[in-house]
């Protein structure tokens, strides 16, 4: 008999997996319990609060690009990432579809202006990447556009790195039946059926389309100075922690010492019954 699965926010089962949903087991075969999950996550993410203070102090910039098939997990490892962090040190853009006035730019440049300033990690939820990706495949750029990106991309973060920003770049790869699976998730789950884009169902039509472009962009922009790290990710537990310690790894941080804090106690000057004054306010039901 199936066991009944318990989900966490992004649709990934807690139950152990039958039939076709073996494949969303790690590489050690075994499935991992959310008990273990969540003490490593919470240990990875102090840690990325450490890496913070590093970036602050030193002024280090830095972007990561996620990029992968939809359904592919990245918006719950970005939320795993920055969950325990400041927002103004890790920025998240998600950039949504450009403006007329953006179509009229220059490609690159609605991605520029959020390039990282000192002490700032800049994650890039999607990126430049949609140019070799779903705009190739959906048929919303020219063929001239596409190969000028693919030619061009290469020195475009040639010229970021030697500006002195690192630039780390995930491929999340998810598997045909794992994909199929989320996507029927969302279909019948009114708490997920907003995570279906309009780009969705034609992206898993288009699968093999998909794949072409993936390789044709993997040949041309994995390079030395900014090199792709794939990432298996039919497990989205496993990936989360597997992306946050990479990621980790790749950064030489230090901890920085912080100054010690004590809590100040409350001066008297100015004291009133502040809890009197409140009481004829306009309160919300305390329905819980």
Known sequence: MQKKARQDDDGQDDAEPTGGEAQ?????GEKLKRRDYEKELRRLQAELCYLQDWVKES???IIVVFEGRDAAGKGGTIRAITERVSPRVFRLVALPAPSDREKSQMYIQRYIQHFPAAGEIVIFDRSWYNRLGVERVMGFCTKEQYKRALQTCPQFEKYIV????TLIKYWLEVGNKEQKRRFEARIDDPLRQWKLSP??????????E????RDAMLDATDSDHAPWHIVRSDDKK?????????????IPYERVDRPKIKLPGRTKKNAYDDEVTMQKRSWIPEKY
């Open 24 to 28: 969303a087991e790690g590489a050690g």
């Open 210 to 213: 998909y794949s072409l472009a």
């Open 238 to 250: 496993r990936a989360r922690l597997n992306i946050i310690s990479h990621f980790l790894d790749l």
């Open 59 to 61: 002024g280090r910039r």
């Open 162 to 165: 030697d500006a002195g920003i």
């Open 199 to 208: 780009m969705d169902l034609p992206s898993r039509e288009k699968w093999y």
